[in-house]
């Protein structure tokens, strides 16, 4: 049976990176307390609606370290959790401080996922992101003096101008600092965002089937496992809240714009933190819409999510012959090869629920 997770979203962002597509704004800062007042304020409501106790909460955005500590974990310390929670926060790297890192621990945090997306300067300009990446290993030293050692490295891989050189350069510097767990992405181009408007940086699929191939490979030597195409992890750390997505479970999302999932049916909240402040101060639901899934859209998700992950699906929903080389049959499973992994998307259109 699935874990319960939540999901706070916190939209408040220094700086926009060129390919965020996320709810998040650099301008509403003077909203922060009141957001978190809101957030609180929801919980309690939920809670006292019978929510279940959190098994998983996850902290995203946005940058959720843009919020003074004693904030943020005011959010924490309001979630009921079970007696085994993991609570991750994602991290800039620039607004880690050792105090910080403390005041997160003695809250309950125990794993943090820290936004590295490269270890190469000219690649991170490239993302128009901001960070220095000296203070990853500083972040990553301040977690473990207080006790996280969870350590997620998220990286970003087929920026524009990225050689595979590079791309290698940034695995080998993101090995070297020994996280549990590494996720690596695909850059991908989302509609409105200014890499979408500027198709000279636009990746290309040859080349991020080239490092994704590199990185399972140095990955896996480093003794990661790939338990879902895009996540590697050292055997026990694999990140539980993410489990709860892909296996249809229930979870809960508090803050603008976050996603929640109960017995088949998905809602979302209103998308602006000012809006979803002032709904909470009504008295108004902050749900802004849903949908019903029907069993069979329901059931064929299942094996699509499934699939990705090293669960597989069961023999018989997929025809295995005509997709050799891309699958393998593994007792009653049929999972992908890396090979498959590279056409996943291609491999679920064959599945048959």
């Avoid at 809240?241 to 017995?263: I, P």
Wanted: with cysteine; aromatic share 6%; proline share 5%.
């Amino acid at each position: 049976m699935s874990e319960f997770g939540v999901y706070v979203h916190i939209p408040f962002c220094r700086h926009r990176c060129d390919y965020c597509a996320f709810a998040t704004w650099t301008d509403r800062d003077h909203l922060m307390e009141a957001y978190v007042d809101a957030v609180v304020k929801d919980i309690g409501n939920k809670v006292a609606s019978g929510m279940p106790v959190a098994d998983t909460v996850f902290f995203g955005g946005g940058t959720p370290t843009r919020l003074a500590p004693d904030l943020l974990t005011r959010i924490v310390r309001s979630i009921p959790v079970s007696n085994n929670p993991e609570i991750t926060i994602e991290c800039n790297p620039d607004d880690v401080t050792e105090e910080m890192i403390h005041e997160y621990a003695s809250s309950g945090i125990n794993r943090i996922s820290i936004g590295v997306q490269s270890m190469v300067p000219h690649v991170l300009e490239s993302l128009n992101r901001t960070h220095n990446p000296e203070n990853v290993e500083k972040a990553i030293a301040y977690a473990r003096a207080a006790g996280i050692v969870s350590i997620n490295l998220d990286l970003i891989y087929g920026v524009h101008g990225e050689s595979l050189d590079d791309w290698r350069a940034t695995l080998q510097g993101a090995l070297a600092l020994k996280p549990t767990h590494i996720s690596a992405y695909g850059l991908t181009v989302e509609a409105g965002t200014p890499l979408a408007e500027d198709p000279a940086r636009h990746p290309d699929d040859d080349d991020q089937a080239d490092k994704y191939v590199l990185a399972d490979d140095m990955l896996v030597a480093a003794g990661m496992h790939n338990y879902e195409i895009s996540n590697w992890a050292l055997p026990g750390h694999e990140c539980r809240h993410n489990k709860v997505y892909w296996s249809q479970g229930n979870y809960e999302g508090f803050g603008c714009a976050s996603h929640s999932h109960k017995d088949g049916r998905r809602y979302w909240n209103v998308r602006t933190p000012d809006r979803y402040i002032a709904c909470i101060a009504a008295g108004e639901t902050v749900e802004a819409a849903d949908e019903q899934l029907d069993v069979v859209t329901r059931a064929r998700e299942a094996l699509e999510l499934s699939l990705r992950t090293t669960d597989g699906v069961p023999v018989g929903t997929l025809d295995v012959e005509p997709l050799e080389g891309l699958v393998e049959v593994q007792g009653a499973r049929v999972v992908l090869t890396r090979e498959g992994r590279l056409l996943a998307n291609e491999v679920s259109l064959r599945l048959k629920p």
